[in-house]
């Protein structure tokens, strides 16, 4: 059974360009949130879709936008990047939006900004 | 909002003397408490959680976790520190979903670095 599972590990990009990355939750699971983890800081929450609707949403800027699709995948984009976008982004499913259980979290994306 | 503050940055710890890392959290109405623990350049792995029931919860590795509601704590503790537990580790908190939102997004901790010494 695949965990969470994230696309590309790592990357470098230059300020101003765009960056998608990709997400593929745990089978079973439905409901896809997205982490922004600073360099020796604990994740931020950016957003968490479930039935391909954004359902909530952390204290990112409109740069920051994302999908679901209906296999539950998930993409987030990054427009217009700054030095400050990088970081590492990890994705984590769920089963259900209103669940009490864990997240389960990828390995993440590590995402260079030069 | 809700919030969660590991006081220590790191934790310093001879292995086979038992560990504890704090955490205390602000949330309104019921908590839904976690730790992760997180290995260089990897994800996030899931340890325990508390959602309601006994206030000791034991969870991945040996480790286990108090939840203290007057004290609004939820520290992790191992009885027999190894040297393999030496990681970044973060405590979260969650609280009740709402249906106009902002209820199960989880709120993590700064991390706390553990070093387990021989």
């Known amino acids: 059974d695949a965990g969470v599972t994230q696309s590309p590990t790592h990357l470098i990009k230059t300020r101003g360009q765009q960056v998608t990355l990709r997400c593929s939750p745990k089978s079973g699971h439905d409901t896809v949130s997205w982490y922004q983890q600073a360099l020796g800081q604990g994740p931020q929450f950016i957003f968490q879709?479930?039935?391909?609707?954004?359902?909530q949403r952390g204290n990112f800027p409109d740069r920051f936008s994302g999908h679901q699709f209906p296999n539950y995948s998930s993409e987030l984009n990054v427009n217009a990047l700054l030095l400050g976008d990088s970081a590492l982004y990890l994705c984590?499913?769920?089963?259900?939006?209103?669940?009490?259980?864990?997240?389960?979290f990828g390995e993440g994306s590590r995402l260079t900004v030069l | 909002a809700q919030s969660v503050a590991q006081p220590e940055d790191q934790v310093n710890v001879a292995e086979g003397n038992p560990l504890t890392v704090k955490c205390t959290y602000s949330?309104?109405?019921?908590?839904?408490l976690f730790w992760y623990v997180q290995y260089p350049n990897r994800g996030l792995q899931f340890l325990l959680k508390y959602i309601t029931g006994d206030n000791l919860v034991k969870g991945s590795y040996g480790f286990e976790a108090e939840f203290n509601k007057s004290q609004t704590s939820f520290h992790l503790k191992k009885p027999s520190a190894l040297v393999s537990d030496s990681a970044l580790y973060f405590c979260?908190?969650?609280?009740?979903?709402?249906?106009?939102?902002?209820?199960?997004?989880?709120?993590f901790g700064t991390g706390t670095q553990l070093k387990v010494e021989l």
């Open positions: 949330v309104s109405g019921n908590p839904y």
């Open positions: 879709y479930y039935e391909e609707e954004e359902r």
């Open positions: 984590a499913s769920s089963e259900g939006q209103t669940n009490t259980g864990e997240l389960f």
């Open positions: 979260a908190v969650r609280g009740p979903f709402r249906v106009t939102g902002g209820g199960n997004k989880l709120t």
